[in-house]
T-cell receptor, first 113, second 114 residues
Framework: SQELEQSPQSLIVQEGKNLTINCTSS?????LYWYKQKYGEGLIFLMM?????EEKSHEKITAKLDEKKQQSSLHITASQPSHAGIYLC?????????????FGQGTRLTINP | DGGITQSPKYLFRKEGQNVTLSCEQN?????MYWYRQDPGQGLRLIYY???????QKGDIAEGYSVSREKKESFPLTVTSAQKNPTAFYLC?????????????FGQGTRLTVV
C-alpha cells in the first residue's frame, strides 16, 4: 500500500530561522497536498502540487515536488510563532479514479521565541 | 459563511453503544470523506462519497457505517463492532471526487469510549 514518510517527526527552531520538512514516497504521487493542523483542530489547506518540478509559494512558505514526483519539501523562511503546528502531506497514489488521499504521519513544528 | 461543520466537538460513549458523528457542509461540494486520526499518526480514510446516495469503503471501514441521503450531509456511525473507537475524527469535502481538487476539513470530533 502507498505510504508517505515525513521527516522530521518533530522540529524545534528558533524564531526567525529557516526550516524544511520532507515528504517521501516509494511510488509516484498524483497530486501532493500540504496541510497545517493546530492540535485538536481540523486541517488547513496550504498548497497543492501536481507536476514534477513544480514549486509554489505563499507568503513565507514554499513547497516543491521533485521531477520524479516521489518527494516533496515544505520550506519556511524566517519562521514566526504563527507557523507552529503540525504539518501533514497528503497524496493521491493512483493516476485516475476517485480521489483517495493518503497522509504522512505529520511533523510537529515548535517555534521558540 | 461557507464551510464544513462537525458536531459535537467532544463525544463520550460507553462500550457497546453505537454513536453517530455529524458532518454538514454548505459548500455545494459533491465529495465528502471521513478520516480517523490517532496520536502521532496521519489520517486514515474510513469512508468516502463522490455523489449523493453513493459511498465507498476506505482503508479502515470495519466497525463504521455511513449514509449520504443529502448532498450536504455525511454522518458517520461508530458501531459497537469497532474495537478501538477512541480517536479524533475528521470530515472533509471537496468540489468533486476527482483528483487534484483540494479537500476542506471540519474542526473534528474527539470520541472517547469510557
Amino acid at each position: 500500500s502507498q505510504e508517505l514518510e515525513q521527516s522530521p517527526q518533530s522540529l524545534i527552531v528558533q524564531e526567525g530561522k529557516n526550516l524544511t520538512i520532507n515528504c517521501t514516497s516509494s511510488k509516484t504521487l498524483y497530486g501532493l497536498y500540504w496541510y497545517k493542523q493546530k492540535y485538536g483542530e481540523g486541517l488547513i489547506f496550504l498548497m497543492m502540487l501536481q507536476k514534477g518540478g513544480e514549486e509554489k509559494s505563499h507568503e513565507k512558505i514554499t513547497a516543491k515536488l521533485d521531477e520524479k514526483k516521489q518527494q516533496s519539501s515544505l520550506h519556511i523562511t524566517a519562521s514566526q510563532p504563527s507557523h507552529a503546528g503540525i504539518y501533514l502531506c497528503g497524496a493521491d497514489p493512483r493516476p485516475e479514479g476517485a480521489q483517495k488521499l493518503v497522509f504522512g504521519q505529520g511533523t510537529r513544528l515548535t517555534i521558540n521565541p | 459563511d461557507g464551510g464544513i461543520t462537525q458536531s459535537p466537538k467532544y463525544l463520550f460513549r460507553k462500550e457497546g453503544q453505537n454513536v453517530t458523528l455529524s458532518c454538514e457542509q454548505n459548500l455545494n461540494h459533491d465529495a465528502m470523506y471521513w478520516y480517523r486520526q490517532d496520536p502521532g499518526q496521519g489520517l486514515r480514510l474510513i469512508y468516502y462519497s463522490q455523489i449523493v446516495n453513493d459511498f465507498q469503503k476506505g482503508d479502515i471501514a470495519e466497525g463504521y457505517s455511513v449514509s449520504r441521503e443529502k448532498k450536504e450531509s455525511f454522518p458517520l456511525t461508530v458501531t459497537s463492532a469497532q474495537k478501538n473507537p477512541t480517536a479524533f475524527y475528521l470530515c472533509a469535502s471537496s468540489l468533486s471526487g476527482l483528483r487534484n481538487t483540494e479537500a476542506f476539513f471540519g474542526q473534528g470530533t474527539r470520541l472517547t469510549v469510557v
